[in-house]
């Protein structure tokens, strides 16, 4: 009989033991339980305080003040950032951990999204792995599977719910009609949402993990100042509820998708908006703070993903993927292929992508001929009404109305929702919401 060859040992450097990290010290404390291929030990780690209570024992483990030190020191092979934020420390440590030629495994999606290119050039010069499973969709393979896995695969489009608070809210509006700030405070409350949630309901953290996704999935310059990004704050209850009695859910839909080709030959567009989706959509059906991914492609067709997306455990577990990773050796470049050889995503907004169905949300006045007036002011702009609700102004003074339009350009909707405007007859400022009409 062989005898059974000894596990290789990789020696860890965390720099961060907020939730993740803390949940990553606890599972690896836990390894002789899990499957992996080799033995990680825990060098040294850096946070802010090192008097914090963390729930887990880190007296066993080496202190360093300075994370930027923990990513040279000679007994770490592999840097495991989690610090976060898109500079300052976090950079730092992975620039130092990957010019020193160390594997770094980080769950940064900020960094990675915008200075992914600089990060994938000094990993590839150095030769070293740069990994970031935990940094889209928490638990959920997405990253790996789109760069091995499904590299047989030409992807026309990602899309994706990538951010547990905005759909928590969202699901939550939905379920009890409660307004938007009622919902994100007892979001708040449960944890669901940041003290200061202004990156997740912003869409910025979804355009983030959207930017990720679309340079592996389409092999292009991870470039954020070219992602569009609109948030959910806007969204009012009675928006939710009158696209329900459509049979349609509101989403913050992350997008990256093949243009047509128009006269800038094409390219990829990344976007992140609130949607219109249909309630049969594999998207409309992930509920509270779960995260999707769905990928579309020949020849396989469509794929579609679905986990808890943040949190201690499952954004741990994605991390310990990454390090798992580390034993089968051979670094690969991060973004899928070579940082030189990745497009760039299209600049420009073709017109011919902002053609569609629309809802249109808003409140009127309670006045005789303010409804003639909307519908005359979408005919004159040429958008040809497909569903309408109105429901009853009761004592509010305002009457909900909800408008499903049939294709047309946005511009022309954005034109009549211009005059209604000048015309006063809205209490509110309507929200102009893109349908996905694909179920
Ligand atoms: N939380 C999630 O569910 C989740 C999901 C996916 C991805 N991520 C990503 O994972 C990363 C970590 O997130 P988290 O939620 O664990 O954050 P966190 O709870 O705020 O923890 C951040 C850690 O970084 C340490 N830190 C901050 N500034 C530092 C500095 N200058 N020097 C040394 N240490 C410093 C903090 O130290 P102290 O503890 O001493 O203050 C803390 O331990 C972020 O990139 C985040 O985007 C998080």
């Known amino acids: 009989m062989s005898q059974a060859k000894s596990r290789k040992t990789l020696r860890l450097g965390i720099a961060g033991l907020g939730t993740v990290g803390a949940g990553l010290v606890k599972l690896i404390e836990r390894q002789a339980e899990l499957r992996l291929p080799g033995r990680l030990v825990v060098s040294a780690v850096s946070a802010r305080s090192k008097k914090r209570d963390r729930g887990v024992d880190i007296s066993k483990f080496r202190w360093v003040d300075d994370p930027v030190e923990l990513a040279t020191a000679d007994d770490v092979d592999v840097v495991v950032e989690l610090v976060g934020g898109s500079d300052g420390p976090a950079k730092l440590t992975v620039e130092a951990a990957l010019k020193a030629g160390k594997a770094v495994v980080t769950a940064n999606k900020a960094l990675i999204a915008e200075h992914g290119i600089e990060m994938a050039e000094l990993a590839e010069r150095h030769n070293a792995h740069l990994l970031f499973e935990a940094a889209v969709g928490g638990a959920i393979p997405i990253v790996r599977a789109l760069r091995n896995s499904l590299s047989g695969m030409f992807v026309n489009r990602v899309s994706g719910i990538l951010n547990g608070t905005c759909n928590y809210i969202l699901s939550e509006m939905l379920r009890t009609g409660a307004a938007y700030e009622t919902v994100l405070a007892e979001a708040q409350r449960l944890g669901y949402a940041e003290a200061d949630p202004y990156l997740d309901v912003s869409g910025m953290d979804a355009a983030h993990k959207v930017l990720i996704l679309a340079s592996i999935a389409f092999g292009a310059r991870p470039d954020f100042g070219e992602v569009n990004v609109e948030g959910v704050a806007e969204i009012e209850a009675m928006d939710i509820t009158l696209a329900n009695k459509f049979d349609y859910r509101i989403k913050l839909v992350a997008e990256a998708f093949r243009a047509p080709n128009g006269k800038e030959g094409g390219g990829v567009k990344c976007r992140v908006a609130p949607a219109l989706v249909r309630h049969d959509h594999p998207l409309a059906q992930i ?153």
């Not at 009549?416 to 000048?422: G, P």
Request: some cysteine; charged content about 20%.
């Open 287 to 439: 509920n509270g703070p779960l995260n999707a991914v769905v990928v579309e492609g020949e020849p396989v067709g469509r794929l579609t993903f679905t986990g808890p997306g943040a949190g201690a455990g499952p954004t741990a577990a994605a991390v310990m993927g990454d390090l798992s990773r580390l034993f089968e050796g051979v670094a690969m470049p991060p973004l899928g292929m070579p940082s030189g050889d990745l497009k760039p995503i299209i600049a420009q907004q073709e017109a011919s992508l902002d053609q569609g169905c629309f809802f249109i949300g808003a409140r009127l006045a309670d006045r005789s001929g303010v409804f003639a007036a909307l519908t005359e002011a979408l005919a004159e702009a040429g958008v040809s009404i497909d569903k309408l609700i109105q429901d009853s102004a009761g004592d509010t003074g305002a009457a909900p109305v909800a408008i499903m339009t049939h294709p047309c350009p946005r511009a022309s909707v954005e034109k009549a929702l211009a005059q209604v405007a000048e015309m006063e007859i809205t209490v509110d400022a309507p929200r102009l919401i893109r349908i996905e009409t694909r179920s």
